[in-house]
Structure formats: C-alpha cells, structure tokens
C-alpha cells in the first residue's frame, strides 16, 4: 500500500513536469544592433528575429532568455554551449554549416553600401582609398574581404567593429566613407540616421536560426514551430509590423 502510494505520487511529479509546469528554457543569442531585426528599445531587447522566436517557443512549449553579445561571439557561444540558438537575422552559408546547424530559412537579403546623406558617392565609394566600416565576423566582413580587399580594389581601410551601431556612428561623423551592411537593416538605418543607401550588392543571402552543431532536437522544435508560424499568418504580421 506504502509503495504504491509511493509510486504514484512519482507518477504525478513526472506528469506534472512533463506538462509542461517547469518549461524547458533556451539561451537565445543575438546582437541587438540589427534593426528590425533586433535593436534596443527602452532598455529592452525588441524586433523581427525576438517575436519570431518567441512566437515559436510559445507554439512549441519552451521558454526563451535573450542575451546581447557581440556577432562574432554568437558562433563560439554555441559552440560552448553558453547559448543554445542564435536569432540574429544571421545568414545560412557554408563555412558556418560546418560548425553549427541552421533551422529552414525564414527571411532573404542583399548586401548593400551606405553612405553619408550628404555625400554623392556610389558604389564606386568601394574601389581605391576609402576607408570602409562592417561589423565584425559579418558576411559583410566576408565579402569585403574576398571581393575587394585580396584584389586590391579597395586600397583604404577595411574597419572592423563590434556593432552596427559604432559603425552608423562613424559614418555620419564622417570618420569612414561607407559601410557595408545587410539591405533590409542598412534601409532601416537611413530613416533616423544622415546615411543613404547608394547601392545594393546581389549576395542572395538567407537567414536561418542556429543551434550547436548535431542538436537535433531542438532544431526540430524550431522547424516545426517555423512551419506553423509560416502557415498560420504570423510571419506576415511580422513583416507588416516590421517592414510597412
Ligand atoms: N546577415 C549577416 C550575417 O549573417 C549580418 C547579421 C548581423 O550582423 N546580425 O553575417
């Protein structure tokens, strides 16, 4: 009788942790200084990337804790296990495949080159000596490297910083004369900041949500709350509250 009021008082711990009382929770990586997709607003870390993931969590039952690091920090945090996922409108290529998993694509985007308003440059602003901002560890970064930098096309100085932010900053301070920049986020810069858009670079490039390398099962709970959130009409509420 002991035992078997034992057994199901067991039972019902069990039961009761696995309804989901004590939620599994995630370390949500990013770098808030992507507008829309993650920017700091009233102390607070908003945008496109933090409702999709979210929204996400709430359809498949976990809980989620943001953190703000540095781009390049986001790789090695999963890699430690320090973050369980990175939402960081960070593009799926194949360098990074080869050390993390990316969930189904959820957004697609260009490069793009961004200028101060006043200015009249264009894209010609990349070739010869002009000094260039990008954040770190970008595929930004990347493409300047490859394309511009090993070739001597670009003479001046590829300046690399640590949030999106430093560089907008210089940009209008006129300390460098362009940057390089995911389109959708260099456009939304441009409407509060003396900086235009002058050019667009076709990269092709998609977003996907990272986790450590072979975690599965995780990546199957984002794919399949990405699927319904595709499915079910949020992620066109998400690009008319963000993008309209
Ligand atoms: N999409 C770009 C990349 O993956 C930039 C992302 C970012 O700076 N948050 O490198």
């Not at 700091?40 to 690091?69: H, P, S, Y």
């Not at 932010?165 to 460098?176: E, Q, S, T, W, Y």
Request: hydrophobic share 40%.
């Amino acid at each position: 009788m002991k035992k078997s009021l034992i057994v199901i008082l067991v039972l019902l711990a069990v039961a009761t942790f696995s309804t989901g009382v004590m939620a599994q929770r995630y370390v949500v990586g990013t770098n808030a200084s992507f507008p829309p997709f993650e920017y700091v607003e009233d102390g607070e870390i908003v945008g496109f990337d933090i409702d999709l993931v979210k929204e996400i969590a709430k359809l498949q039952g976990f809980e989620v804790e943001v953190r703000d690091i540095s781009f390049d920090s986001l790789i090695p945090g999963l890699a430690s296990g320090s973050l369980d996922m990175v939402a960081a409108g960070m593009t799926i290529t194949a360098d990074r495949e080869k050390v993390i998993d990316f969930s189904d694509p959820y957004y697609s985007a260009n490069q793009s080159v961004l200028v101060h308003e006043e200015s009249d440059a264009n894209l010609t602003v990349l070739f010869g000596n002009h000094d260039v901002g990008v954040q770190t560890g970008t595929t930004g970064d990347t493409w300047v490297r490859d394309n511009l930098l090993e070739d001597e096309i670009l003479t001046g100085e590829l300046r690399n910083y640590d949030s999106y932010v430093f560089v907008i900053r210089d940009l209008a301070n006129g300390n460098i004369d362009a940057a390089v920049l995911d389109k959708p986020v260099a456009e939304t810069y441009s409407q509060n900041n003396p900086v235009n858009v002058v050019a667009e670079i076709i990269t092709g490039e998609e977003y996907g949500i990272a986790v450590g390398e072979g975690n599965e099962e995780l990546l199957a709970e984002i794919n399949a709350g990405l699927e319904k959130v595709k499915n079910n009409g949020t992620m066109e509420k998400l690009i008319q509250k963000y993008f309209e």
